[in-house]
């Protein structure tokens, strides 16, 4: 099978870029599927066309048992991968921010949604929840923030306990203002996709423990092997 593609959902424009809607190839990725595809071993054969989850919008009746249960999250993803199917693509991969809420309401309500569409007629759909935020996973490899000219002294070796509200000091894009000379997140978008395509992956995986490596090994596991693709590479 040729000409597969790949839908990635996300919440900011640092992880998806600006250039929604496209298909875009390997050569020029923004952070997130950039990391998807690396994960994916880096296939040739592929595109990938990022899109605003904040943006899907529930099919009538989408949801089934979760409409009682007001799962907006887990609709939303069943949403999300009918669109896919629709679109003709091969899989989907769904990023979202914690932003300091219970997992109950996040990524645990994305699997049950996920979970009640799956099915050998539907694409594979791997979902993550970044804790507390995807600015997160792009803080903490010093190698790779070298790599997008930043200041790798400031590297934080535990992202995932930066847990403060917008502006504090424990803000993950405060820290990632810090490290890189920006200011109020403006221009990280491209420093994020070099630190993506840097990024020790293994690293990552290990510094972040309960956002980055669950979403990596969905990634592996659900999309991977039904589009055959190899073994990962880091």
Known sequence: MSGRGIVIFGEGIHELGSDLERPLTPEDLPALPQLVHRLLGCPADITYMCRSFKQVKSFHGAGGKFAKKGRKLAKKVIAAGRRAKQAGQNALAIVIDRDRKPDKDRIRAMREGRDSACGPSNPPCAVGCAVEMFDAWMICDEKAIEAAEGDSGKAHQNPESLAGGKKADKYPKTVA??????????????????????????????????????????????????????????
Not at 190 to 219: N, Q, S, T, W
Request: charged share 30%; proline share 7%.
């Open 177 to 234: 203002d810090e490290i890189f000379g920006t200011k109020s997140g403006v221009g990280l978008g491209p420093k994020y996709a070099v630190v993506a395509e840097a990024v020790d992956i293994e690293m990552l995986e290990e510094r972040c423990p309960r956002g980055f490596a669950p979403f990596a090994k969905e990634v592996r596991e659900k999309i991977a092997p039904v589009l055959n693709f190899g073994e990962n590479i880091n």
